[in-house]
Antibody, heavy 117, light 110 residues
Framework: QVQLQESGPGLVKTSETLSLTCTVSGGSISSYYWSWIRQPPGQGLEWIGYMYYTGSTNYNPSLKSRVTMSVDTSKNQFSLKLNSVTAADTAVYFC???????????WGQGALVTVSS | QTVVTQEPSFSVSPGGTVTLTCGLSSGSVSTSYYPSWYQQPPGQAPRTLIYTTNTRSSGVPDRFSGSILGNKAALTITGAQADDESDYYCVLYMGSGILVFGGGTKLTVL
């Protein structure tokens, strides 16, 4: 069974860079798309972007200028960096696997990141 | 910018049937948007229910079904159970690799 686990600092200072890693177990990171999705407290889900295991990426246009995703196939991990964060970036961040760019199949449990000065 | 619309809330009686919809602020949803549906119980991560309009994800009971109804994508739950009480989100593929979530529907079973 494929499992995904997010990890990273739970508190980030305003204007700094949020960094999260998703570790994939029970399957290879190769041949799939890997996504990040976030959910501000009490609000809905927002797609951040995805990365194919080869390194090609596609980002939400509203976040594109601040987002970088990367993959480390040797560690079966992929990562998210979001720079110049503000309180509006406070959210639970989920990583997810996608069979295609059009939908998700497996999800991580989510990691809460709070942005505060 | 196109917005994906969902009913903010819905209620259903135990054993009843409910249909949640997913539309566009401008235009009609078709299979070309590859609509997918996700269930998020309170305090939990989302779970994939339906993809490519009407394909159930592995392990999803056949009480859940997807379709296109008129100009919207639809998720129908038959024989509603207490643990179906969750938030339900649709996702549409907008082309050029862009995905957009709907605002979600909070389903109450009572």
């Amino acid at each position: 069974q494929v499992q995904l686990q997010e990890s990273g600092p739970g508190l980030v200072k305003t204007s700094e860079t949020l960094s999260l890693t998703c570790t994939v177990s029970g399957g290879s990171i190769s041949s799939y798309y890997w996504s990040w999705i976030r959910q501000p407290p009490g609000q809905g889900l927002e797609w951040i972007g995805y990365m194919y295991y080869t390194g090609s990426t596609n980002y939400n246009p509203s976040l594109k200028s601040r987002v970088t995703m990367s993959v480390d196939t040797s560690k079966n991990q992929f990562s998210l960096k979001l720079n110049s964060v503000t309180a509006a970036d406070t959210a639970v961040y989920f990583c997810a696997r996608a069979q295609s760019p059009k939908r998700f199949d497996y999800w991580g449990q989510g990691a809460l990141v709070t942005v505060s000065s | 910018q196109t917005v994906v619309t969902q009913e903010p809330s819905f209620s259903v009686s135990p054993g009843g049937t409910v249909t949640l919809t997913c539309g566009l602020s401008s235009g009609s949803v078709s299979t070309s948007y590859y609509p997918s549906w996700y269930q998020q119980p309170p305090g939990q991560a989302p779970r994939t229910l339906i993809y490519t309009t009407n394909t159930r994800s592995s392990g999803v009971p056949d009480r859940f079904s997807g379709s296109i109804l008129g100009n919207k994508a639809a998720l129908t739950i038959t024989g509603a159970q207490a643990d179906d009480e969750s938030d339900y989100y649709c996702v549409l593929y907008m082309g050029s690799g862009i995905l957009v979530f709907g605002g979600g529907t909070k389903l109450t079973v009572l």
